[in-house]
């Protein structure tokens, strides 16, 4: 998803009727992303649920969300829970094997870091943009009231696992069609 006005990486992102977002550098390239076009934007948890239910990167909603939560996305598109994140692996072949398909076939996946390189065969063409080794995107899903689920991929890993993300790290959003 690339939405929003882009802010400063330190700046924080903020609950004031304005998407934010940062275009961070790709680590492996070291190349800045101007204007987030090769990778999208990266938003804290917060920000990619658009404060609902009085969410943010320091509180869980209240009540907790149920159904579709559109944060950012478009409308008819809602962001990931992990329930959907779950289908997608299961139809991947599982979620120890379910990231190779999820990876673009973008060298920096085949590194020095074990070969857990991607073939998108799934389409979903996930690139390698937070680091060298990972990346990661959003799911609806607070933990508690600093932490939120998040889809990771590794470049060690030919799978696709959840890792309970701090709040206030920005990552990617990739919606999901109501």
Not at 7 to 21: A, D, G, R, V, Y
Not at 37 to 45: A, L
Not at 102 to 118: C, R
Not at 143 to 154: E, G, M, P, T
Request: aromatic share 12%; proline share 4%; glycine share 12%.
């Amino acid at each position: 998803l690339n939405i929003g006005t882009e802010i400063p990486n330190m700046t924080s992102q903020l609950n004031n009727q304005i998407i934010e977002k940062y275009c961070g550098p790709n680590y492996y390239y070291g190349i800045r992303d101007s204007g987030c076009i090769s990778y999208g934007g990266y938003y804290q948890w917060g920000e990619a649920v658009q404060y609902l239910q009085g969410a943010s990167n320091t509180t869980s909603p209240i009540p907790s969300f149920t159904g579709n939560v559109q944060g950012i996305c478009p409308i008819g598109w809602h962001l990931p829970s992990e329930i959907e994140w779950t289908t997608l692996f299961n139809a991947l072949g599982g979620d120890s094997i379910a990231g190779i398909s999820l990876k673009s076939t973008s060298l920096a996946w085949n590194s020095a870091y074990g070969g857990g390189g991607g073939t998108n065969s799934s389409g979903f063409n996930a690139l390698p943009s937070l680091s060298y080794v990972e990346t990661g995107f959003w799911s609806s899903n607070s933990l508690r009231s600093s932490d939120a689920k998040a889809l990771d991929l590794a470049s060690f890993d030919i799978g696709a696992r959840f890792d309970f993300k701090n709040k206030a790290f920005s990552i990617s959003v990739r919606c999901i069609k109501d």
